[in-house]
């Protein structure tokens, strides 16, 4: 499995860089970081927690999408409402859980381990991977949940 960077790895506050190549070793990579998410019960691991700096989160959640795993190549969240608090982990952060506040309702654009465009609402009070995705976008943006971000 990957190894985790630990806060304060200067590394997690650097901001990700867009990925272009959609290739295999792409693909190879995301399913590294799904392996890794499953095997520490991770909801969500972005891949710069990894000590790799191309835009890419991965998410599993009960119940969304069948509780399959998740790919958000590139996302961003291009608007938001209303606001929610609840408690977070993170495995960067090991042993301490924060209530964080967040948006309630996010639309995202991504794209998938192919490079194909995809957009999608998820609402904090259907799905908690609303919360979920928002933390693992804080990650790729640079932040963590000590301070994250609640504006587009
Ligand atoms: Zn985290």
């Given at each position: 499995m990957l190894k985790i960077l630990h806060f304060p790895d200067p590394f997690l506050l650097i901001p990700t860089v867009t990925v272009a190549q959609f290739d295999q070793g792409l693909v190879a990579y995301i399913n590294e970081m799904i392996v890794t998410m499953d095997l520490c019960k991770a909801l969500g691991l972005a891949a710069n927690q990894c000590g790799d700096p191309r835009r890419v989160c991965v998410s599993r959640y009960r119940g969304y999408r069948n509780g399959l795993s998740c790919i958000w190549v590139n996302?961003?969240?291009?608007s938001r409402a209303d606001k929610v608090s609840g408690p977070e982990g993170c495995l960067s952060f090991p042993g301490m859980d924060l209530t964080v506040e967040r948006s309630a309702t996010i639309t995202v654009q991504y794209q998938d381990e192919r490079g194909g465009p995809h957009q999608e609402t998820l609402r904090a009070r259907e799905t908690f991977m609303a919360i979920i995705l928002q933390h693992e976008i804080d990650h790729l943006d640079g932040r963590v949940f000590i301070d994250p971000s609640t504006a587009t």
């Open positions: 996302p961003r969240i291009v």
